[in-house]
């Protein structure tokens, strides 16, 4: 059975001691993929979709930074840290009908910063469907994934390019 970090002996969940661990550079990318539906790509001028609601691409750029942000109040285990920096790219790929949603997060503490990166993607992700619903509910978040790390103990590797 494996050791969860976050599990004490007795079953009880914690948050893990860092106190004794020194700051290094920190960073992690996570990409979220949408399909949207025809009508939703088809109101997309190329760079943006304006809704009701307001710019679809810089009403998620925002969401998710503030996301990224706010992660250690949404993940209860999770330790609050400084961000140096978190930038959200948002991607058409129309003739596949799809949406890329990049998440690039930059600390340097204590502990990694993968958990900030998909939350932003996550809610960036969020927030596309939540501007767009009102064209059509034709459309799903496919998958949220990490798609690199760096520092600390373990990194992951970026996929190779198509």
């Known amino acids: ?3 969860f970090t976050h599990i004490r002996v007795d079953g009880a969940p914690h948050m893990v001691d860092i106190s ?4 290094t550079v920190r960073t992690a990318w996570a990409r979220a993929e949408m399909r949207l539906g025809p009508e939703i790509v088809a109101a997309f001028d190329g760079k943006d979709l304006v809704t009701p609601k307001g710019s679809v691409t810089q009403t998620a750029v925002v969401a998710g930074i503030q996301a990224a942000k706010k992660t250690s109040e949404l993940l209860p285990l999770c ?3 400084p961000l140096d920096q978190c ?3 948002v991607t058409p790929d129309f003739p596949g009908h799809k949406l890329l949603l990049d998440c690039r997060v930059r600390a340097t503490w204590k502990t990694g910063v993968e958990m900030e990166a998909l939350t932003g993607a996550s809610v960036a992700a969020l927030t596309v469907y939540d501007l767009c619903k009102s064209i059509s509910h034709d459309m799903e978040i ?3 994934r990490l798609m690199e790390k760096t520092g600390g103990k373990t990194g992951i590797q970026p ?3 198509p």
């Open 20 to 23: 004794g661990k020194p700051p």
């Open 142 to 144: 496919l998958s949220v």
């Open 79 to 81: 330790h609050i840290l």
């Open 1 to 3: 059975m494996p050791e």
């Open 159 to 161: 996929p190779p390019s």
């Open 87 to 89: 930038e959200i790219t």
